[in-house]
């Protein structure tokens, strides 16, 4: 996409070039985020200038809407389908609407899997020393997988053991927030602070033998699986291996996530053509249809409803592993921000998580896969995590730029990093203060840090007052009105904007929601009043503090 886009945004291409040429365009988007289908707008406007014509207005998927992005789908593609009858009949000489039922229609899978005779395979690894069969175990499984992404190596960059598993919240409060200390077991990896740390989480052994067995599938098989067409090679592009063979349990543990992520459509309308008893088959091929996307959503979307679940509730449907393999949504890895200096803590990495649980419209308990699975692990036990490291959306900051730092709620992970990194970077010379603000619910139940802070807020730390920092919480609710950390800012409104002038960069973590817009709002209204400008201007600046890169957000739903 990156190509494709750089090259439609060369110089010597003619304002006419596309002409002649029909287009649509629909974009995969989320309005949780600021830039809200920010892609998808800015291709059909740049298609359009180079003179193609737009089949049918472009159509904008929200996953925020009820059914996903299929309630925008639905309609958009019923549109197009009926205009590209209009410009020619031809395409569909039984009308647009005309549906054909025919189950030979269903596409092949799009992999095989190949099963191995045990006396035929070498078992040499299954006896290899702990942490080497596992790693072995994880990049097998990932590079046969296919959910497996491009940019993320399939072997992990290393693995990590848990030393510390401690709760930052009052017992009994109603959340519980985590902070996590790994070691590294294997080879030490060089990161920096701002940067994600992926975990590959582990999956209820319960619920994967309760798979394996409502699909009637042998645990102990040995199997490889590849893209159909790929069988006489022995290697993909990127130098995996694809004739080892692996246990049908372990692909299944390390691949597909069965009980966390719910199926999209198209794996009901699989399973309607697997379905033996007549009943099931109708409610699928219903929830499968347009018509029935609502109740799908109220079914599956809404109860977040799990794969083995769905099968479970359509027992008849036997599906070939090779559709399951496909279509059962892949284990991602979780991103997290790391919470932790690697100069404070050599041979470490640390992580503030908040252990995801809620109720669905039918009372139904849920939780979060890999914060649920980190909160269980006990560190005496010496689980080996797989672990990928990548650079995240706020970059390091140089020791002698100023600081203002916005992070409520676990949006303070990335920044208790950069604390700790300052006050390092202080021994060794006078780096430049920090001003932070953290909200919360209550000053008694979920202040994260609060002791870190407070000691350096203190003593000439990079978060005092004394070294020209400051450190400010606002406790939500703690008082009738609602406070937020916009609101700790217009008090500080001076300081804030005397920091700005100070050549200060932004750092702006937590819910994507509503908080970086009511921040970035709270920013125009300080530059607005402290330098005495309009309200428009002061947008103006806050876009060139973005454009300079001074003002970073990391965001997330």
């Known amino acids: 996409m990156k190509s494709f886009w750089k090259y439609l945004l060369q110089r010597n291409i003619a304002k006419n070039w596309l002409e002649g040429v029909h287009y649509a365009v629909f974009g995969l988007g989320d ?7 920010f892609v998808a707008k800015k291709l059909d406007r740049r298609i359009s200038d180079l003179g193609a014509t737009a089949v049918v207005e472009r159509g904008l998927g929200d996953d925020q809407h009820p059914s996903g992005y299929e309630g925008a789908l639905d309609p958009w593609m019923s549109s197009m389908w009926n205009m590209l009858y209009q410009i020619n009949p031809k395409f ?3 009308g647009p609407d005309f549906v054909i039922s025919d189950t030979k229609l269903i596409n092949q899978p799009k992999f095989q899997i190949t099963y191995h005779e045990i006396d035929k395979v070498d078992l040499q690894s299954s006896s290899a020393p702990g942490l080497d069969h596992v790693q072995m175990q994880t990049g097998r499984a990932r590079s046969m997988s296919p959910g497996k992404v491009s940019h993320i190596k399939n072997i992990p960059d290393c693995f990590l053991k848990m030393i510390k598993n401690q709760p930052l919240c009052r017992a009994g409060c109603g959340k519980d927030v985590r902070h996590f200390e790994f070691e590294f077991v294997s080879t030490i990896i060089e990161y920096g602070v701002g940067d994600v740390l992926e975990v590959l989480p582990g999956q209820d052994p319960a619920a994967v033998d309760a798979f394996i067995q409502c699909c009637n599938l042998n645990p102990e098989s040995l199997i490889t699986v590849h893209p159909i067409g790929m069988e006489s090679r022995h290697c993909d592009t990127e130098g995996n291996d694809y004739k080892v063979p692996i246990k049908l349990k372990t692909f299944v543990e390390l691949t597909m996530d069965i009980a966390s992520a719910s199926p999209r459509r198209y794996f009901f309308e699989v ?15 219903y929830f499968a249809s347009p018509e029935g996307r609502d109740d799908l959503y109220q079914y599956n979307q809404k109860e977040r409803r799990n794969v083995l679940e769905v099968l479970e509730d359509f027992p008849s449907v036997q599906m070939p592993f090779e559709w399951l393999v496909q279509l059962v949504p892949p284990l991602k890895t979780r991103a997290f921000s790391i919470s932790s200096s690697p100069s404070a803590h050599p041979n470490q990495v640390h992580l ?3 252990v995801v649980s809620w109720t669905t419209p039918f009372k139904r308990k849920r939780t979060g896969l890999c914060s649920t699975w980190l909160a ?6 010496g689980v080996y995590i797989p672990a990928w490291f990548r650079k995240g959306s706020l970059p390091p900051p140089p020791p002698s730029i100023p600081l203002v730092l916005i992070g409520p709620g676990t949006g303070c992970a990335p920044f208790r990093g950069f604390v700790e990194e300052r006050a390092i970077q202080d021994m060794s010379g006078s780096a430049a203060p920090i001003m ?9 139940n979920d202040f994260l840090y609060k002791d870190f802070w407070l000691s350096h807020a203190q ?3 990079p978060l005092s007052v004394a ?9 939500s609710r703690d008082q009738p009105q609602k406070v937020y950390v916009q609101h700790k800012m217009r008090e500080q409104s001076q300081r804030v904007w005397n920091f700005l002038v100070e050549g200060a960069s932004i750092y702006v973590a937590g819910s994507s929601t509503k908080m970086p817009s009511d921040v970035m709002s709270a920013l125009e209204e300080i530059i607005s009043k402290e330098a005495g400008v309009s309200r428009e201007t002061a947008v103006l600046q806050l876009r060139r503090l973005e454009k300079d890169g001074r003002y970073h957000v990391e965001a997330w739903s």
């Not at 070294?467 to 406790?475: I, N, P, S």
Request: charged share 20%.
């Open 92 to 94: 569909f000489p039984n």
């Open 352 to 354: 503030t998580v908040n």
């Open 467 to 475: 070294r020209g920092g400051g450190f400010y919480v606002a406790f």
């Open 459 to 461: 003593n000439g730390g």
């Open 436 to 444: 932070l603000f953290f909200g919360c619910r209550n000053q008694e």
């Open 271 to 285: 399973m309607s053509y697997f379905a033996t008893a007549e009943h099931e088959k109708e409610r699928l091929q």
């Open 376 to 381: 269980g692990l006990d560190p005496q036990d």
């Open 31 to 37: 309005s949780g985020y600021q830039k809200y289908n």
